[in-house]
């Protein structure tokens, strides 16, 4: 068997591209400076896989930004609105990422969405109907160019058709299959070209193939793809799917012309089921996902093999693989100097991954497996017990009842009271929780962290930032203040460290938007309050002020999506765990003198199943109630916040609703402020705060720009029960854009009442 990967993290073992990156937006390095970085991490890669003894290495799985937007950019399927700023096409290509704000125009950045089930964000290409897809682009040629020069001929990956059209945002009357045929011949050309380039294999990433498909959906699948593969000169394509199994279209996939067929046995629950049941055709690759390509946990060998010897049944041609890009995990334990060896031993990030692909390939290929050094040594460690367990914690997580989910009295009645309580004006005005992060409050956590800071002096620090943040929001005239949460590196690595349970890595990075990376921590044992986490900050804020300021934190299911799972028990368990936590330091923000209390659920929807047929039990059954039982003990008038990063959550309303919580706040200005129509439809009973401008680009939303997102909210919800605050947490801006958006929206949001 062959060893191959999907694809491989792009931003450096040390972040290198993201700094690089970011030097360049802030006009510190030329182009050519960034472009080298760019150059130095590919081909660092490359010579990483190439040692490893991976027989398909990809390319093209580099990117700038995204891989989606490059996908646009490569099928001329971008936003005039960029194209005619007259800048470079890089800097075309960063205006449509992060929007554009200078001499040459005033653009706001491409909608952006969460990739499937990850805490990965692509940018949504837009469509309209003047659009004409043709390739235009150079990237995957010029990648592949780059790499056969230095002796690899590679496998490059392009987001594939099918994909690609699902994906995008179409503003026009034009739908997906209007374009098919533009759309298929700008991919018969790609393989042309890469095939006169000497490429064997091309690799096309068709994730939304697991997605619940619509008989349109797999006619438009299929349309491309007999268009595509008709025309594709003498290169081998592979349909490469993953995040779940292809239960609705796997005949049709089998059926096709494609040369190879990569298949997640992961996350994939029918994957296997699906090749036992149907075959698998001959002549064709199988390219089996059996490396998790998302958790951090060594891969058990015996399921592997298992999973292989079963498939090995069906075809004679199987590619060991991962189950998906490994973008998903950070690069190497070279750089996790702190690290126990007791755990280590139990990782692998990506260039450990590599490792295993090529011990898999020896496994399988020898005459005895089992009696390999590497499976036995193998065997051995997933035979060791490992976890730090907690009796205290299970057994009150064993003993909830549906009454601990339930908070009373109920909603209205809770509103009353609370309206009585506050007496805050109408559209009452706040922020998400955090303010900028600036070097200096990241150049005082470090210099803790290594020792050179006292912890008093420390905390000081933080005590005047606190201060300042206190009297910066009432000087701009906010209604509920935040404490600025300057002293979370980020919001669950923070809480993570006053679990018990939790263990940190130093230099673990995902990617998750363009230059943003996440460290999430790894829950390593049950999961307990170690000590109280917020309330020393939140009771300082709140002596300083008249106004309330609420307490700040993150929830139990986003503590666990983004945290690397326990794979020995349930998530649901896992999460009852952390709600137990976090419910006690509500009760100690209460008990503490704190009248409101937000718990971030930012990515309650991202790890939404797939498939609806898997969303409640999967899912939702155990994430609501997790949620609820965090706020289920507070007093009436104790207002619990909660807010989540995106909006797109039409589908899951009602559930939304039934979190229970007083006000939700979330983004809407990205994605049109389309859900507003569905808070209507549904009559939606929370209180809302959907946020009236996009904190993830730099530009500066006027006055007018808020006032008229205000209207249009006010169209749809109810004056009493709507709030007024940017769409997330403010923590990756500068001042020198918060203040003044702050003080436009607090403008905004006193004229409209006015107005009212
Ligand atoms: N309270 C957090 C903040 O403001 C929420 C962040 C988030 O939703 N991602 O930073
Ligand atoms: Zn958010």
Redesign the pocket.
């Given at each position: 068997m062959n060893t191959t990967i999907i694809g491989y993290p792009r931003i450096g073992n040390l972040r290198e591209l993201k700094f690089a990156s970011e030097m360049y937006f802030r006009g510190e390095i030329t182009a050519a400076d960034l472009e080298k970085t760019a150059r130095e991490i590919r081909s660092y890669n490359l010579e990483l896989q190439k040692k490893s003894g991976l027989d398909l290495i990809p390319s093209n799985d580099f990117s700038f930004y995204d891989g989606v937007l490059d996908t646009a950019f490569l099928l001329n399927a971008v936003p005039g609105r960029y194209t005619s700023l007259g800048l470079s096409k890089l800097d075309t290509y960063f205006a449509a990422a992060r929007g554009y704000q200078g001499e040459k125009g005033d653009v706001k950045a491409l909608a952006m969405k969460k990739w499937y089930n990850t805490n990965y964000h692509y940018m949504v290409p837009e469509i309209d109907d003047s659009t004409e897809i043709k390739l235009v682009g150079t990237k995957p040629f010029e990648l592949f160019a780059e790499a056969l020069e230095s002796g690899v001929r590679t496998k490059p990956v392009i987001i594939g058709a099918y994909t690609f059209l699902k994906l995008a945002r179409y503003k026009g009357n034009k739908k997906a299959a209007d374009f098919i045929s533009q759309t298929a011949a700008a991919y018969s050309e790609i393989l042309k070209k890469l095939c006169g380039l000497g490429a064997e294999w091309v690799q096309f990433d068709e994730p939304s193939l697991v997605m619940d498909m619509s008989s349109e959906d797999t006619e438009l699948f299929k349309a491309l793809y007999e268009k595509i593969l008709s025309d594709k000169g003498g290169v081998k394509v592979i349909a490469q799917t993953y995040f779940g199994d292809v239960r609705d279209c796997y005949n049709e996939l089998c059926g096709l012309g494609f040369d190879g067929i990569g298949l997640d046995f992961t996350e994939g629950k029918k994957s296997l089921e699906l090749v036992k049941k149907n075959g698998f055709p001959s002549g064709k690759a199988l390219f089996a996902g059996v490396v998790n390509g998302k958790n951090i946990w060594r891969n058990n060998y015996a399921t592997s093999l298992l999973t292989l010897t079963e498939l090995a049944k069906h075809t004679e041609d199987i590619v060991i693989n991962t189950s998906c890009s490994l973008l998903h995990v950070p690069c190497t334990l070279a750089n996790e100097t702190k690290l126990e060896e007791r755990c280590k031993k139990h990782f692998a990030y990506a260039e450990e991954k590599l490792t295993e692909l090529e011990e898999l390939k020896r496994i399988t290929a020898s005459q005895c497996p089992a009696e390999t050094e590497e499976y036995r040594r193998n065997l051995a460690l997933h035979s060791e017990p490992r976890t730090g367990g907690n009796e205290v914690v299970r057994a009150k997580v064993a003993s909830l009842t549906d009454k601990d989910f339930v908070r009373l009295p109920a909603f209205a009645e809770r509103e009353k009271i609370q309206k009585a309580r506050f007496n805050l004006p109408l559209f009452p005005t706040t922020t998400?929780?955090?303010f900028p992060q600036t070097a200096e409050v990241k150049s005082a956590r470090k210099s803790n962290r290594r020792g050179a800071l006292s912890n008093s002096d420390y905390e000081f620090f933080i005590e005047k930032k606190i201060a300042e943040c206190i009297a910066l929001q009432e000087n701009i005239g906010l209604d509920v203040l935040v404490h600025g949460?300057f002293e979370r590196n980020d919001?669950v690595e923070y809480f993570g460290e006053c679990l018990d349970g939790y263990i940190f890595t130093e230099k673990a990075w995902v990617q998750s938007y363009g230059t943003r990376c996440v460290k999430p921590p790894v829950i390593w044992g049950d999961i307990s309050r170690a000590r109280p986490m917020t309330v020393k900050w939140s009771v300082y804020a709140q002596s300083l002020t008249d106004k309330p300021v609420k307490g700040?934190l993150t929830g139990p299911v986003t503590i666990l999506n983004w945290s690397f799972p326990r794979e020995d028990i349930t998530l649901k368990e896992s999460a009852l765990q952390i709600a137990l936590a976090i419910r006690e330091e509500v009760l100690d923000l209460e008990a503490n003198g704190i009248s409101i209390i937000?718990v971030?659920e930012?990515a309650l929807r991202e790890k939404l199943p797939l498939r609806r047929s898997d969303w409640r039990e999967d899912y939702l059954d155990w994430a609501i109630p997790a949620f609820r039982y965090v706020h289920s003990g507070v007093k009436a008038e104790t207002q619990i916040h909660t807010?989540m990063?995106y909006s797109e959550f039409a589908d899951i309303i009602k559930d939304i609703d039934d979190m229970d919580a007083d006000v939700i706040t979330f983004e809407a200005s990205r994605s049109d402020l389309t859900i507003l129509d569905v808070l209507k439809e549904n009559n939606f009973r929370t209180e809302v705060g959907p946020g009236v401008y996009d904190i993830h680009s730099p530009r500066v939303p006027s006055k007018e720009e808020i006032k008229s997102a205000i209207s249009k909210m006010r169209e749809r919800i109810p004056a009493e029960k709507l709030w007024i605050n940017p769409d997330?947490?403010?923590?990756t801006r500068g001042n020198e854009e918060t203040v003044p958006s702050l003080t436009n929206l607090v403008e905004a949001a006193k004229e409209a009442r006015n107005e009212n």
């Open positions: 998400i929780g955090s949460e919001m700040m937000q971030d930012a807010h990063c997330c947490g403010l923590k």
